[in-house]
């Protein structure tokens, strides 16, 4: 299969956004937007995992879920993608972390609580079915992962900007707080999917 | 058959190498940590509430072992859990004790006057600024809820255009105190039940002008206290809250008092008597109607 490597790069950033176009990891965007130093941490943490997990379970899904054969019995395993899927991720990013520690204090201290928080978070999982469900070859698989994270921390940095802003502006009673980033992040969203269509 | 088989095998091995690197990786890259944390960690209430300012409890444990926080710096955990880690550690809980917030007036709509009409934006801050707001009295609250919406806690409720801090919910964070253009609000210990709601130094004249519940400066309440329960600054009298071997005023300095005025009362009977003018001032309202 050809790769298109516009859609897979440009594409996870703009076009299909996780955030603002697929709507997948929408409890990150609206928890850790409030200020730019986390928005930036967090952002960084999703790169990093996303990353790793999509390398992962596109092996998992390559050469387990698609393909095994044990003592010659061969076996659709696909319904246990998401199971895998889960037990993989997680216990990959246990292991990150553990070796983060001990080798990277500082990076470890910058991802602080955000590496184990995203472990299972929907968008991580999001980004591995999709490319489970359109068959993609472990390296797009992982450029997938990468580029979607970039996405991610794009779309949670403008949002954590405009927040900030959000918050020393005059707004009326019936709209703070929650409300007014909700309307934000749909406007937001809005003006993503002007992107649509290029590719 | 087989399937079933085949998925809990694949799952089975996949867990087990999972768990072994992990485990083993956790031996392998141990990083040799304080087991002073760990202990802290383990008394701390788990909350990972962010209160004391930190990034959860882990991160306050570290810097409570580290010294840079006493343990009492947790907002949640009771004064037991806070001695159970002083003792652990075998440092002082820390001299400060639980505070909550107060706001020093009791000149609320009916009882102090409005010498214009403000309608400007409806917020505390704005209100200083424009000709020193709509009161009267220019050490008065405005009631414009700007400590209010600043409380993460809502502990604050504006009554008749009055401030009113509700101790039980307060948690003495000190969010409130700078946000008051007058600087009425005060954290005081939480046992100090008892307080002069009144901040205004001017003289007893010109307050009872502009409001019927100042603090006049008879010092009624002096005498009738013990040493060193009031202090005296010019005309004002208020409540030291540095508490000297005669501790704080109780209901009882209320009592035999007899303040004048009535602005030295306790938490309870104020918002008691703020409550009772909100529900006339409604059935007013209601009769007015009719």
Known sequence: ?199 | MNTILIAALVCGVIALVSGLVIGVASKLFAVPSDPRVDLVIGLLPGANCGGCGKAGCADFAKSVVAGENPPNKCPVSSAEQISAIAHALGIEAGSSFKQVAVVLCGGDLNQARQHTLYNGVYDCVSAAMVAGGPKSCSYGCFGMGSCARSCPFGAIEIINNLAVVHPEVCVGCGTCVATCPRHLIKLVPAEAKVHIFCSSPLKGPEKKKVCSVPCLGCRKCVKAGAEGQFTVEGVKVSVNYDTGENGLPGEDVVAAAGCPTGCLMTVAKHLETEYAELAEAKKETENGRK
Not at chain 1, 21 to 26: A, D, H, N, P
Not at chain 1, 62 to 86: H, N, W
Not at chain 1, 148 to 174: D, H, K, M, N, W
């Open chain 1, 1 to 199: 299969m050809e790769t298109n490597y516009l859609e897979l790069t440009i594409g996870a950033v703009l076009v299909y956004n996780f955030v603002l176009s697929r709507f997948l990891g929408i409890c990150p965007f609206l928890g850790v937007s409030k200020r730019l130093d986390t928005a930036l941490g967090m952002g960084g943490a999703v790169v990093f995992v996303m990353t790793i997990a999509s390398c992962a379970t596109a092996l998992i899904y390559r050469y387990v879920t698609t393909s095994v054969k044990i003592f010659g019995y061969a076996a659709d395993l696909g319904f246990l993608q998401i199971t895998l899927f889960i037990l993989v991720i997680a216990a990959l990013v246990q292991i990150v972390e553990v070796i983060l520690q001990k080798f990277s204090p500082p990076l470890y201290k910058a991802l602080g609580i955000y590496l184990p928080l995203i472990t299972t978070n929907c968008a991580v999982m999001g980004a591995a079915t999709i490319n489970a469900g359109i068959d993609r070859g472990v390296w797009p698989a992982t450029l997938f992962g990468m580029f979607s994270g970039v996405g991610f921390a794009l779309a949670l940095l403008i949002f954590s900007g405009l927040r900030e802003r959000l918050e020393l502006s005059q707004i009326p009673r019936p709209f703070q707080g929650m409300a007014i980033a909700l309307i934000t992040a749909g406007i937001l969203s809005m003006a993503f999917l002007g992107f649509s269509g290029i590719c």
